[in-house]
DNA sequence: TGTACATCAGTGAACGCGCGTTCACTGATGTAC
DNA sequence: TGTACATCAGTGAACGCGCGTTCACTGATGTAC
């Protein structure tokens, strides 16, 4: 009876401990979408599971530290909405461009229904906070589903040439080598191009749920698909929306 | 000897309370910078000025009328940063692409040199705060700002058509009567270019700020040129960079 | 110019609140024989 | 299967802190006659 399966929690303990750490997380998650990321408070979270809160401390180090266990789960959720919607794209048959539409879209609703989340780690720096290594990892995950549709893209020949892109990579080394080095000619610019949109997407996403369309622009989505497709098309993409 | 100018202030009262309102809101400027707008606290402030908490409210009503008027300060501030940089231009000759480059640059700075009251005003929503009316005003002086090189861009015959800006027109019909309505053709996608233009400016800039860019990126000064010469030129602008 | 009264600035104590974190403790669960 | 000990979860009180805001007050400045 021992011994079946040795990664799965075994004892009561063990099961207890899982659900409880699980329980707190998402504890924290519907605090966090209440009240923004500063005012996240272990104690409110106790209360929230009716235990003292004193008991948190056996479960997670600090605040510190849920904060970092936050930030991690929405950077991979983030990344997930972005490749399962590519993913669906594909299976769909869609081009480049339609993936990356596909793609914004998803990015946007998961943004919107998940405003303070998406603030965590795209808005304002947390006073005071300080994000450790493990972060990073996660935090590439939607830059990297950009790369991907940029690199499918110009395998594909969907990718016209731009004259605005030259010059000397501004990439990170230390980025080229995650990705692999730098492409070969003439794809030398694709990381730039990357980088492009996905400083576009987080840009405008980040502009309409902080308030700032409000009384500026009818219609949101329309706005927002516009945007996108303006991105894309200064990359050498192009979108399938009704006006290009 | 009295009456000589009634709109300065005469009795020694009038001039302590200008003066003090003056050191209150300098003294919650430099809170601000240290500390991020969810931490600014009335009583440091006073603490700063060697006064009791309770004087304070002699001069403001409460906590959030402090951040009401910083967050009015700062969106002047940015807006006069970009019409300073762009009368610049302007005498300088430069025609409309380096006019932009000008504008982008200079908010560009003034928010690296103010990097909290930036989050003040275009990062994450303070929460539990509410703006006022009073607020839409000042906020609007960026983008007017980008709409006046547009403008001129068009007039001058600077501005390329571009495919991908047809369709109705999304600017808020309040937006059109502030700017005097919509314009003749074949210019009435001008607004929605210049919102284009505002929107990955101020994305551009809070996604440096807020470390985004952090190992990513090499030179932060240069990928904001190109980040803006691609905006640029996806509105039929363009910028007199090495590139473009 | 002088006096009497009204206005206002600033004080210090207090109210009531919430926070993160520590600590000695009780009682339940797990483990080795 | 039963017992003895070790491990761990959870409690409740406490520490020390900071916050926004109110209130009755003292004393200085301004104003009207």
Not at 11 to 21: D, F, G, N, P, V
Not at 229 to 238: M, R
């Given at each position: 009876m021992p011994d079946l399966d040795d990664s799965a929690p075994r004892?009561?303990?063990?099961?207890?401990?899982?659900?409880?750490?699980?329980?707190i997380t998402d504890a924290a998650r519907r605090q966090l979408a209440e009240v923004g990321p500063s005012a996240l408070?272990?104690?409110a979270v106790a209360r929230e599971l009716g235990m003292a809160s004193s008991a948190v401390y056996r479960y997670v180090a600090s605040r510190d530290e849920l904060?970092?266990?936050?930030?991690?789960?929405?950077?991979?959720?983030?990344?997930?909405?972005?490749?399962a919607a590519d993913d669906r794209a594909i299976a769909a048959g869609a081009d480049a461009g339609a993936r990356w539409l596909a793609v914004c879209r998803a990015v946007r609703s998961w943004a919107l229904a998940h405003p303070n989340e998406w603030a965590l780690v795209y808005g304002s720096p947390v006073p005071g906070y300080q994000a450790p290594q493990d972060t990073v990892g996660p935090a590439s995950r939607l830059g990297l589903a950009m790369a991907r549709v940029v690199v499918d893209a110009a395998a594909g020949g969907e990718l016209a040439a731009v004259a605005s892109l030259p010059a000397p990579t501004l990439v990170d080394p230390g980025v080229l080598q995650a990705i692999g080095g730098l492409p070969d000619a003439p794809h030398e610019d694709l990381p730039e191009r990357s980088m492009l949109l996905w400083i576009a997407l987080v840009g405008a996403i980040s502009f309409e749920l902080f308030g700032h369309l409000h009384n500026v622009i009818t219609d949101h989505a329309v706005?927002?698909?516009?945007?996108?497709?303006?991105?894309?098309?200064?990359?050498?993409?192009?979108?399938?929306?009704?006006?290009?």
């Open positions: 004892t009561a303990r063990q099961i207890a401990r899982a659900e409880l750490t699980k329980a408070s272990l104690r904060l970092t266990i936050l930030i991690i789960d929405t950077y991979d959720a983030i990344g997930e909405a972005a490749e706005g927002f698909d516009r945007q996108m497709a303006v991105a894309a098309s200064s990359i050498g993409l192009t979108l399938p929306l009704d006006g290009a």
